[in-house]
């Protein structure tokens, strides 16, 4: 029969192990008051810690005895598996913050940084930021860079592709460029998704770019100059 109440819980003041029975106790330490289960499994007694007093009341220590009961009746040492569940909570936080670093938004910044001091002005790098985060982003910005694929290329480019065209193509350049530098940095593998030769060009329609009208006739009496010059330069 359980031999702890709330009341006397509360009222402890030495230093001890008072049991409430079939393994549970409260010791208290000159830290404060914890709670422990004691149990035997395979002919080896062992202890496992259920949490401090009071962020476990009295109820709460029982019923996670409990759950580490269920456990050793089954065979299964309480510690293995907080452990085992300790690990498996440490691998997908890295896998999670690798997720985070490899994101399509986190290798288009590095394909940004990487390139801006080759990029002839700051205005290159800003056109760059501005239509990845107005297109891009917020459709495949969190997505892990090897999970982007045709189908998320096409969501980017369908609504522009014929109303903007020359946005768009600066667009599917810009997305084709990152997901080439993820592949080079082995963070992505197989088709390039945003690649257009052999690719996009069997599902895309080609673009129309507007009719600029001609070019205005050069004046007459510039004409030997602008022969000589091209006679130097070339064409």
């Known amino acids: 029969m ?3 109440t709330a009341k006397l819980i ?3 003041k030495g230093y001890g192990k008072y049991d409430d029975g079939d393994g ?3 010791v208290i330490r000159k830290s404060g008051k914890a709670w422990v289960l004691r149990y035997q ?3 080896k007694r062992k202890e496992i810690g259920l949490g401090p007093y009071p962020h476990y009341g009295l109820k709460e220590a029982r019923s996670r005895a409990d759950t580490h009961r269920a456990l050793i009746r089954e065979g299964i040492d309480p510690l293995t598996h907080k452990a085992d569940g300790l690990q498996q909570a440490e691998a997908a936080r890295i896998a999670r913050e690798k997720n985070l670093e490899n994101t399509f938004r986190a290798c288009a910044v590095d394909y940004i940084e990487a390139h801006r001091a080759g990029w002839k002005n700051a205005k290159h790098a800003q056109q760059w930021v501005n239509t990845l985060t107005t297109y891009a982003f917020p459709l495949i910005g969190e997505k892990p860079v090897d999970e982007v694929e045709t189908d998320d290329i096409l969501k980017i480019l369908n609504p522009i592709w014929t109303a903007k065209p020359e946005t768009a193509a600066r667009v599917r350049n ?3 460029l990152v997901l080439d530098a993820a592949k080079a940095r082995r963070l992505r593998t197989g088709e390039n998704a945003a690649r257009w030769r052999g690719h ?11 009719d600029r009208g001609n070019h205005p006739a050069l004046p007459w009496e510039q004409v030997p ?3 000589a010059d091209l006679a130097f330069h070339g064409p």
């Open 2 to 4: 359980p031999k702890l």
């Open 10 to 12: 509360e009222n402890l």
């Open 24 to 26: 549970l106790r409260l």
């Open 41 to 43: 499994l395979a002919g």
């Open 174 to 176: 810009r997305l084709e």
């Open 200 to 210: 996009l060009d069997k599902l895309l329609p080609r673009r129309r770019l507007a």
């Open 225 to 227: 100059a602008f022969m």
